[in-house]
C-alpha cells in the first residue's frame, strides 16, 4: 500500500464526532471518459458484482433511502454516476458488472469505461469493493479486488448482506475472505456489513474520513434525510 495513505487500526476507537455525513446528492453520470468529473475535490468509489448490494451501500451511508438507484434488472445502470458529499468530496458508482445476461460486448464496454475512469486519477482516495457475503468470490470479484490492487489504490472489502446469515455463519465466512485475500496489500479491512440495519455503518465512515485530507471536522453534523 502506498506510504501516503494511513492505515486503520482495527484497536482505533470509532468517536462520532469525528466525521459525519452531512449532505448528499446526485450531480451527474458518465458514459465515457469525457464525462468523467476533473476538479480539485476527492472521490471515494463504489465498486462490485450486479445485485450485491452496492446501491444499498452507498444509500445506507448516506442516510438516504433512494439517492442511489437500485434496479430490479441487475446489470441494467451502464454509467459512472457522481455524488457530491458534504459539498466537499464525491461517492463515485461505477457499474455493475458480472451479470449473466448482459451481452459480452456490453460485459467488455463496461470493463473499459471502469479501467479508463481509473487510468490517471490522482484524486481516488478510498475504494469499496462489495461482494455478497454468502457466496464464495467469483472470478469477476477477485478480478476487481485485484484492480484496486493493481492501482494502489487502498480499498475496504464491504461483504454486503449480513444480516442474511447466523451471526456464526458471518464469523465463518468473514474468515474464508481473509483467508483468501491474505496477499492483497491494497486491503485496508474486510467488513461485513448490513444496509437493512447500517450494521458497521459509523466503522466504515470514520475509514472514510480518515482518508480524505480536506475536511472540517468541526462543521459536520447528521441530518435526517
Known amino acids: 500500500m502506498s506510504e501516503n495513505y494511513k492505515v486503520i487500526n482495527e484497536n482505533d476507537s470509532y468517536n462520532r464526532n469525528e466525521f459525519k455525513i452531512r449532505s448528499s446528492d446526485f450531480i451527474t453520470s458518465a458514459s465515457d471518459r469525457s464525462g468523467f468529473i476533473i476538479d480539485e475535490k476527492e472521490q471515494l468509489v463504489f465498486a462490485g458484482r450486479s445485485n450485491a448490494g452496492k446501491s444499498s ?85 477477485m478480478m476487481l479486488i485485484e484492480t484496486f490492487d493493481f492501482f494502489r489504490i487502498p480499498q475496504i472489502v464491504i461483504l454486503s448482506k449480513k444480516d442474511k446469515l447466523s451471526n456464526n455463519k458471518v464469523f465463518v465466512q468473514l474468515r474464508m475472505f481473509k483467508k483468501l485475500l491474505a496477499d492483497k496489500n491494497s486491503i485496508i479491512d474486510i467488513i461485513p456489513y448490513s444496509s437493512v440495519n447500517h450494521f458497521n455503518r459509523e466503522k466504515v465512515i470514520k475509514i472514510m474520513g480518515d482518508h480524505l485530507t480536506n475536511l472540517e471536522l468541526e462543521e459536520y453534523d447528521d441530518r435526517d434525510k
Open 57 to 141: 451501500l452507498i444509500n445506507s451511508l448516506l442516510n438516504r433511502k433512494k439517492l442511489a438507484k437500485t434496479s430490479n434488472t441487475p446489470g441494467k445502470t451502464r454509467l459512472v454516476n457522481y455524488f457530491l458529499i458534504n459539498e466537499n468530496f464525491y461517492f463515485v458508482d461505477l457499474p455493475g458488472y458480472g451479470y449473466a445476461s448482459v451481452p459480452k460486448t456490453e460485459r467488455e464496454k463496461w470493463r473499459k469505461l471502469t479501467e479508463s475512469f481509473f487510468e490517471g486519477n490522482n484524486k481516488l482516495r478510498l475504494a469499496f469493493s462489495i461482494v455478497d457475503i454468502r457466496h464464495i468470490p467469483t472470478e469477476n470479484d
